[in-house]
């Protein structure tokens, strides 16, 4: 390719986003924001995207068959899974004018993932015993209405993905193919050139299941999730998940105080609370009022510094989904304004959770469930009944231990490339899917699923693979493997001696992006290079002779070799 001719440049003094990938993905000409969280691709940037995508492709012709399912669907499917009034980052499409609206005002779904669509599709063609199990899959484009849009490719409206969907008539062949598909993952990873720093990563199973899902995470210094990792076992856990036990405090208190009510109007977190109680914040206590799918109130209460899990919360509640009460709800069940939430005189109604923070504290504060008040020198056994339980039901933080091994995590910053869950029957029972066994009768049907977010991978190596200069692409997904570099292009000599070795590479099947500008100076020249990022640069000049400079875009060094010894080295 001619850099010449090549459509969307690299912008050396381009905007500067609040994410590397961003920034470098349209400052090296990969990528043009249309607007927040939706970009065009540009000829750079299709080429790697259609590289990550062909690796994943190759693969997933191994354990599936690959298929296009459509970008709208019926809200109907939607309605019959029950997923269309509490999917919250779910889209549609409307007529845009009146005029489109004359012709027809009905309104889809713009799916998010395609459940809804590959399970009825499922049941047209495959019933009997003799045909499971079978998996489809599909690489295409996804919509989500997701209310913050950054990180440049890490988090978009619109984003490119693989989807699988696995059929089976047992579970133990679905957990068989689940496993097997832990290794096709990790090969995939592996050639896209982030495979020695992936790990797989227990992750909610969501609400109908008790089983963790997996998800395969990327070490990241800027990764937008958390890993905790125990070593004793080489566990990783998604902070959503990850077991807790909080190390104890260290407390000068030796016996109880009397209790009291401090007035404290309008002081927002636990942080400036201790400060003004003149306490430390492990002394504090935060206290959510929760409603549950089945009409229940719930108060979840954690130590101070922490936030409650709200995962763990619906697991240990036995709910479907809980969601945070009303300001009115609120004061029915406290009687008091939001704020001022505690676990001191609760209405009866409320059922109290207590996190395992809470053990082993003297003297701690409370909301009053009085508008404006806070309580201290509260104590169990005294003040509130003492538990007959403590749960872990907070979001895991770094310090705490692995309560099963008793030992500190190790934690990680992380991106999630692609993750791996268990349906079950969920899907198959919402559309009556089953299949015919050899003994005439209908039985059920057990799913999986299996993503990976094409074009987030994108974003994740770029994020990952990068220096002030710009990105260093791994040799597999860059977009070219030589960028050929001619100076001094005026010189008639010159410029054959570099279109010479620019065929000659071509004719070797060499993808090489030859920068051919004959009025551009040596110094923009390489300042694009470094920010393209491709993995091998040749330069052809006067300085160079008869000879060729070879430097790779990962290395500092240069050295002068003959046109000979370059397919060797590439």
Request: glycine fraction near 8%; aromatic fraction near 10%; hydrophobic fraction near 35%.
């Amino acid at each position: 390719m001619l850099y010449s001719k090549l459509f969307g440049k690299a912008k050396k003094a381009g905007k500067v986003y609040n994410s590397v990938n961003a920034t470098l993905l349209q400052k090296g000409g990969f990528i043009d924001q249309v607007m927040a969280g939706t970009y065009t691709y540009l000829t750079l940037g299709t080429k790697v995207l259609n590289k990550i995508e062909n690796i994943v492709r190759e693969e997933m012709d191994n354990i599936g068959c690959e298929v296009i399912m459509p970008s709208l669907t019926p809200f109907e499917n939607w309605n019959t899974t029950g997923r269309l009034e509490t999917v919250d980052i779910l889209m549609k499409t409307t007529p845009a004018n009146v005029f489109a609206k004359a012709k027809n005002d009905t309104e889809y779904v713009l799916n998010p993932t395609h459940e809804e669509v590959v399970t009825p599709l499922a049941q047209k063609f495959v019933t009997s015993y003799k045909d499971f199990p079978f998996a489809l899959y599909q690489i295409q484009t996804k919509f989500r209405n997701e209310p913050r849009v950054k990180s440049g490719l890490l988090r978009g409206r619109e984003f490119r993905m693989k989807d699988l969907y696995s059929f089976h008539t047992s579970v133990e062949d679905l957990k068989s193919y689940y496993e097997e598909s832990k290794k096709v993952y990790l090969k995939i990873f592996e050639r896209l050139g982030i495979g020695a720093d992936t790990v797989i990563a227990l992750a909610s199973g969501g609400s109908f299941t008790s089983d963790y899902s997996h998800e395969f995470q990327t070490i990241c210094e800027t990764g937008e999730d958390t890993l905790f990792l125990d070593k004793s076992t080489n566990t990783y856990f998604n902070k959503e998940v990850a077991p807790s036990k909080a190390p104890k405090i260290k407390d000068n208190d030796l016996k109880m105080k009397d209790r009291e009510d401090v007035e404290g109007k309008g002081i927002v977190g636990v942080t400036e609370l201790a400060e003004f109680l003149k306490i430390p914040v492990e002394k504090t206590t935060k206290t959510l009022i929760y409603e549950t799918d089945d009409g229940r109130i719930i108060a979840a209460a954690v130590r101070g510094g922490y936030d409650v899990n709200e995962d763990k919360l619906r697991k240990v509640v036995g709910c479907k989904a809980i969601k945070l009460a009303t300001p009115e709800m609120v004061e029915k069940a406290t009687g008091a304004k939001v704020g001022y939430a505690g676990i001191l005189n609760l209405k009866k109604e409320v059922e109290v959770y207590y996190d395992e923070s809470l053990e082993d504290r003297l003297n701690f504060e409370t909301g009053a469930n009085k508008t404006n008040f806070h309580s201290i020198n509260v104590n169990f056994g005294r003040d509130i009944p003492m538990p007959n339980k403590f749960y872990d039901i907070k979001v895991a933080k770094k310090g705490d231990l692995n309560p099963e091994t008793g030992l500190e995590y190790e934690v990680f910053k992380a991106s999630e490339v692609g993750n791996i869950f268990p349906l079950y029957t969920k899907f198959a029972e919402a559309f009556g899917y089953k299949f015919v066994d050899r003994d005439g009768q209908e039985k059920p049907i057990y799913m999986g699923c299996y993503g990976i977010g094409t074009s987030r991978i994108m974003g994740i190596i770029v994020e990952k693979y990068h220096d002030d200069r710009g990105i260093i692409w791994p040799k597999e997904v860059a977009p070219y493997q030589v960028h050929l570099i001619g100076l001094d292009l005026k010189d008639e000599s010159i410029r054959q001696k570099a279109h010479d070795l620019y065929e000659t590479l071509m004719k070797r099947k060499i993808e090489v992006l030859f920068d051919d500008r004959e009025d551009a100076s040596a110094g923009e020249k390489f300042g694009d290079c470094d920010i393209i990022g491709i993995p091998v640069r040749l330069v052809i000049s006067k300085r160079t002779g008869d000879k060729i400079e070879y430097k790779k875009r990962s290395s500092a060094d240069t050295k002068l070799i003959s046109a000979d010894e370059i397919p060797n080295l590439l």
